[in-house]
């Protein structure tokens, strides 16, 4: 039986990765409390993740959704994410699936197990002594604060974009965003959509 104390953890921002070229940081949250945690990760796992977030529906599933739509057609459902084991700034995470009455746990990179947990609606749990030693630390709390969570700020391009535009041209645009297959630039077509929407 597992006596390790867990801490559930939620995303609280996605952006680029000022470390690698390419890469995107994830940064994921104590649920009711302070900490944070970074985790590099894929630009395939950063929109994934995006569209999950935001409930953007693409025209051909991602590889996520295929994955959740076959498990939930198998009537297998996600119960969590836990991350396990870190080693030299690399995460080890289980997903944990329930057929029937059967537990299964499977071994995935945890930018897998977050977007899989974002689909199927599945909490994501840490070690407690793991977040302890691997959160942001003092010093890089201000470079963490400076960065916008994700999709509440356009770029200052996108308010030049979307100064002029009409409803009908930001749903417009919205839909082919999502046809190229661009789910970061419909993220941010969305959030101005809701917030005209808001201020109506």
């Not at 995006?50 to 198998?74: D, M, Q, W, Y």
């Amino acid at each position: 039986m597992d006596k390790k104390k867990k801490v559930e953890l939620e995303v609280l921002n996605i952006s680029n990765s000022q470390e690698q070229a390419g890469a995107y940081a994830l940064v994921l949250g104590e649920v009711d409390g302070t900490r944070q945690l970074p985790v590099i990760i894929g630009a395939a796992e950063a929109q994934a993740m995006l569209i999950g977030l935001k409930g953007i529906v693409p025209p051909r599933p991602l590889t996520h959704n295929l994955f959740a739509s076959c498990l939930e057609v198998l009537g297998v459902n996600m119960m969590r994410a836990l991350i396990y084991r870190v080693d030299n700034g690399v995460f080890y995470s289980y997903i944990y699936l329930k057929a029937d009455d059967a537990i299964i746990r499977m071994d995935a990179r945890t930018s897998d197990a977050v977007a899989m947990a974002l689909r199927m609606k599945a909490p994501i749990f840490i070690y407690e002594e793991i977040l302890e030693s691997e959160q942001l630390k003092t010093g890089t709390e201000n470079e963490t604060t400076s960065i916008s969570p994700m999709g509440e700020n356009p770029t200052p391009h996108d308010d030049e974009f979307f100064h002029g535009d009409t409803m009908e041209m930001l749903q417009k645009a919205l839909q082919e965003a999502i046809t190229n297959e661009n789910y970061e630039r419909a993220a941010h077509i969305r959030d101005e959509i809701a917030k005209r929407k808001n201020q109506q």
